[in-house]
């Protein structure tokens, strides 16, 4: 069984609004908003929904899951809700930071500790990452696109590769 399974991950097709939204967080403008209000808009819906929807879920149609990292300097677990991109009966996490031209802190941390788990409607899978490169890197990527086209344009911002990791499951608990 597969990560997507084992989640019971599905991709929603999105609605006018939604495509809007997504639109709309591609730009640099939509950028420079959403980078700033994403994380408390889901910690709050987190909270209020008991972890079943995420702020990208609820205005992009975006698969979102909790990624939990142990710290590469610190060694305290850290939890961030990411784009889960389905490859395969994987899963890809695609590391633009709104397109900032950083990789982002949960990279630094899977590059240190590939082995995390991943959390999707109240269900935990034990996970290891591997970063993705050649032809598993340009497909993740490209699944990445068709489920959100703003990753196109944060690609064309990026000052560095934006990385790509590929989780595969250990078991579901």
């Not at 300097?73 to 961030?80: D, L, S, W």
């Not at 630094?108 to 899978?125: F, G, K, M, Q």
């Not at 598993?136 to 990385?163: C, S």
Request: proline fraction near 5%; include cysteine.
């Amino acid at each position: 069984m597969g990560l997507q399974s084992a989640l019971g991950l599905e991709q929603v097709e999105p609605n006018a609004v939604q495509r809007s939204m997504q639109r709309l967080g591609g730009t640099q403008a939509g950028t420079a908003v959403f980078s700033r209000i994403i994380g408390p808009t889901d910690r709050a819906l987190l909270r209020f929904t008991n972890g079943r929807i995420t702020a990208g879920e609820l205005f992009a149609a975006l698969p979102v899951v909790l990624v939990m990292t142990t710290g590469a300097r610190t060694g305290k677990q850290r939890t961030t809700p990411l784009n889960a991109i389905p490859v395969g009966e994987d899963l890809a996490l695609i590391g633009t930071n709104f397109g900032s031209g950083t990789t982002p802190g949960w990279a630094h941390n899977l590059l240190a500790h590939p082995e995390a788990a991943v959390t999707y409607n109240n269900r935990v899978c034990e996970v290891t990452a591997h970063r993705a490169e050649g032809d598993e890197y340009e497909e993740a990527f490209a699944a990445a696109i068709r489920i959100y086209p703003g990753y196109a344009d944060y690609r064309k911002r990026a000052t560095n590769e934006v990385p790509v990791f590929v989780l595969t499951t250990k078991g579901l608990s």
